[in-house]
T-cell receptor
Framework: ETGVTQTPRHLVMGMTNKKSLKCEQH?????MYWYKQSAKKPLELMFV???????ENNSVPSRFSPECPNSSHLFLHLHTLQPEDSALYLC????????????FGPGTRLTVT | DQQVKQNSPSLSVQEGRISILNCDYT??????FLWYKKYPAEGPTFLIS?????DKNEDGRFTVFLNKSAKHLSLHIVPSQPGDSAVYFC?????????FGAGTTVTVRA
């Protein structure tokens, strides 16, 4: 496998559920990112990890909890979400935190019912 | 507050003609600008970029122009091809953070 992969591609969950999104990059990059894209809105940066350490938390509610166990994997743990959290969640990676070119995964389409 | 704006949500162009996509920004601290292209069910892919110290960058059929005084950049695609039909995102960087526009959907008509 190459590039950045994300699982699952689609997820429907209730407001009381707990689920996790997974991202894996096969590019040997050191920085990973979570973005949220709501309908008709720009991508919003949520979290940035560099060398497995979180370097940015962009005022994201605590019901979203990221985890980066190693430089190739990134998770987004979800609990007690709201319907307005329904969106496309995109993972990206780059060689380093300051590198301009980011490589994106295909995203997870999340629907909260 | 949206710092990068793409005011045209869609653009339709005939095959072989020029596509011009526009982007405006408000933050004068942005030092690098990028265009990403996105097909349905795929993540955005990097297309072309330009440093704030330049006013033009060309890569094959794609050219990006930057007008810093107007805080405006544009992407020219010429000639447009059916495979160019996609959503195009303008993005700008300050302190390693990417700020995206909402995207412009380009449809190339045969």
């Amino acid at each position: 496998e190459t590039g950045v992969t994300q699982t699952p591609r689609h997820l429907v969950m209730g407001m009381t559920n707990k689920k996790s999104l997974k991202c894996e990059q096969h590019l040997g990059h050191n920085a990973m990112y979570w973005y949220k894209q709501s309908a008709k809105k720009p991508l919003e940066l949520m979290f940035v990890y560099s060398l497995e350490e979180r370097v940015e938390n962009n005022s994201v509610p605590s019901r979203f909890s990221p985890e980066c166990p190693n430089s190739s994997h990134l998770f987004l743990h979800l609990h007690t979400l709201q319907p307005e959290d329904s969106a496309l969640y995109l993972c990206a990676s780059s060689q380093g935190q300051g590198d301009y070119e980011q490589y994106f995964g295909p995203g997870t389409r999340l629907t909260v019912t | 507050d949206q710092q990068v704006k793409q005011n045209s949500p869609s653009l339709s162009v005939q095959e072989g003609r020029i596509s011009i996509l526009n982007c405006d920004y408000t933050n004068s601290m942005f030092d690098y600008f990028l265009w990403y292209k996105k097909y349905p069910a795929e993540g955005p892919t990097f297309l072309i970029s330009i440093s704030s110290i330049k006013d033009k960058n060309e890569d094959g059929r794609f050219t990006v122009f930057l007008n810093k005084s107007a805080k405006h950049l544009s992407l020219h695609i010429v000639p447009s091809q059916p495979g160019d039909s996609a959503v195009y995102f303008c993005a700008a960087i300050n302190d390693y953070k990417l700020s995206f526009g909402a995207g412009t959907t380009v449809t190339v008509r045969a």
